[in-house]
């Protein structure tokens, strides 16, 4: 089963404040977030982990350069 983690805790685990993602994900650059209600929005904690994951290995990649 799917977690899905609340807008503090994407914050926490990415370290991006709310603007950041918000903007990542105008651009495709974050993953979508899924709207539960109106107010209450969430995100898959496997696409997090993922764009996390990923941008490490970016990382990594640019060191080795």
Do not use: C, D
């Amino acid at each position: 089963m799917e977690s899905l983690l609340r807008l503090p805790e994407v914050e926490r685990r990415t370290g991006l404040k709310r603007s950041a993602i918000y903007n990542r994900m105008a651009t495709s650059e974050f993953p979508k977030l899924i709207r539960l209600t109106e107010k209450a929005v969430t995100w898959p904690k496997s696409e997090v982990t993922h764009w996390i994951h990923a941008k490490i290995a970016q990382g990594r990649l640019a060191e080795a350069a």
